[in-house]
C-alpha cells in the first residue's frame, strides 16, 4: 500500500464505463510512462496495474465510478495526471469518431 | 509498414475470411496502426478453410524484427499455423508463436500488448491471460 509517489482520482463519465476501447487507450497511455501504475473503481482497492489490458478490461469499470490511479517512480506524478486526462476527454473517442468518419 | 518494424507483429488465421477480416478490423480500430498486422482465411473458393500457404505469405507481411504472434481459431488454422511456423528458415522459427487464446480477444489483447513495444513472450502471455487457468 505504501511507497507510491502520486495518487488521484476522476470520475468515469464514459456513456459505457470502461469497456473495450477506452481499456486500450489508458493501457497504451500508462504503458508510456516508467513509473508502476496502478488503478482501482474505489479508494480500498482492488488495485490492478493498469498497463495491463487483461486486468483493465476485467475490471469492467462502470459508469460514474470514481477511477483511482497511484503510482510509483520518477514519472509517477506525470503518469497519473496523463490518465486522469484521459479519463475527462472521455478518452479522446469524440475525436477518434470524427477522424473515423 | 518499416517505421513500425520494431513491434511485434500480430498474424489472424480464421477458417471464415470475414472472421479474419473483422477481427483485424477490430485490432486496428481499437488499437491502432502501431503494429504490423495480417490475416488470412477461407480457401480459394469463398470456402471456409484454411492453407498452409496464405498463412505464410500473412507471417511475411507481418514479419518484424521483434517477431509475430499468431493468433487462430479452431482446429486446422492451429495446426496448419504451427506447419508455416516449420517451414520458415530457422532464425524466423523461434520467433513465431501460436498463442492459445481465442482468436477476436486475443488478438485486440495481443496487439495492445505489442503497441507497447512489449516482447514476444509478453504479447503471447497477455493473449493467454484470456483463457480460464
Given at each position: 500500500?505504501?511507497?507510491?509517489?502520486?495518487?488521484?482520482?476522476?470520475?468515469?463519465?464514459?456513456?459505457?464505463?470502461l469497456?473495450a476501447?477506452?481499456s486500450v487507450r489508458l493501457t497504451q497511455l500508462a504503458k508510456t510512462f516508467?513509473a508502476r501504475v496502478e488503478m482501482s473503481?474505489?479508494?480500498?482497492?482492488p488495485w490492478i496495474d493498469a498497463k495491463s489490458i487483461v486486468k483493465v478490461m476485467g475490471a469492467k469499470v462502470?459508469?460514474?465510478?470514481?477511477?483511482?490511479f497511484?503510482a510509483?517512480?520518477?514519472?509517477?506524478?506525470?503518469a497519473?495526471?496523463?490518465l486522469?486526462?484521459?479519463?475527462?476527454?472521455?478518452?479522446?473517442?469524440?475525436?477518434?469518431?470524427?477522424?473515423?468518419? | 509498414?518499416?517505421?513500425?518494424?520494431?513491434?511485434?507483429?500480430?498474424?489472424?488465421?480464421?477458417?471464415?475470411?470475414?472472421?479474419?477480416?473483422?477481427?483485424?478490423?477490430?485490432?486496428?480500430?481499437?488499437?491502432?496502426?502501431?503494429?504490423?498486422?495480417?490475416?488470412?482465411?477461407?480457401?480459394?473458393?469463398?470456402?471456409?478453410?484454411?492453407?498452409?500457404?496464405?498463412?505464410?505469405?500473412?507471417?511475411?507481411?507481418?514479419?518484424?524484427?521483434?517477431?509475430?504472434?499468431?493468433?487462430?481459431?479452431?482446429?486446422?488454422?492451429?495446426?496448419?499455423?504451427?506447419?508455416?511456423?516449420?517451414?520458415?528458415?530457422?532464425?524466423?522459427?523461434?520467433?513465431?508463436?501460436?498463442?492459445?487464446?481465442?482468436?477476436?480477444e486475443g488478438?485486440v489483447m495481443a496487439a495492445t500488448e505489442a503497441s507497447g513495444?512489449a516482447?514476444?513472450?509478453d504479447v503471447k502471455r497477455t493473449a493467454e491471460e484470456l483463457?480460464?487457468?
Amino acid at each position: 500500500m505504501n511507497n507510491f509517489d502520486a495518487f488521484g482520482a476522476v470520475l468515469l463519465t464514459h456513456s459505457v464505463g470502461l469497456h473495450a476501447r477506452p481499456s486500450v487507450r489508458l493501457t497504451q497511455l500508462a504503458k508510456t510512462f516508467g513509473a508502476r501504475v496502478e488503478m482501482s473503481p474505489g479508494p480500498e482497492g482492488p488495485w490492478i496495474d493498469a498497463k495491463s489490458i487483461v486486468k483493465v478490461m476485467g475490471a469492467k469499470v462502470r459508469q460514474g465510478s470514481r477511477l483511482h490511479f497511484r503510482a510509483a517512480g520518477v514519472d509517477a506524478k506525470n503518469a497519473v495526471a496523463a490518465l486522469i486526462g484521459l479519463v475527462e476527454r472521455d478518452f479522446d473517442e469524440a475525436q477518434a469518431d470524427a477522424a473515423n468518419g | 509498414m518499416t517505421k513500425i518494424n520494431g513491434n511485434v507483429g500480430i498474424v489472424i488465421v480464421s477458417h471464415s475470411i470475414d472472421v479474419a477480416r473483422g477481427t483485424a478490423d477490430m485490432v486496428r480500430q481499437m488499437v491502432g496502426d502501431g503494429v504490423p498486422l495480417a490475416y488470412c482465411g477461407g480457401n480459394p473458393d469463398g470456402g471456409l478453410g484454411t492453407n498452409v500457404q496464405a498463412i505464410m505469405t500473412a507471417i511475411d507481411q507481418a514479419w518484424s524484427d521483434s517477431g509475430v504472434a499468431i493468433l487462430v481459431d479452431l482446429g486446422g488454422a492451429e495446426t496448419n499455423s504451427e506447419m508455416a511456423v516449420e517451414l520458415q528458415p530457422p532464425e524466423r522459427r523461434r520467433r513465431i508463436v501460436v498463442c492459445n487464446a481465442p482468436i477476436v480477444e486475443g488478438a485486440v489483447m495481443a496487439a495492445t500488448e505489442a503497441s507497447g513495444g512489449a516482447p514476444l513472450e509478453d504479447v503471447k502471455r497477455t493473449a493467454e491471460e484470456l483463457s480460464p487457468v
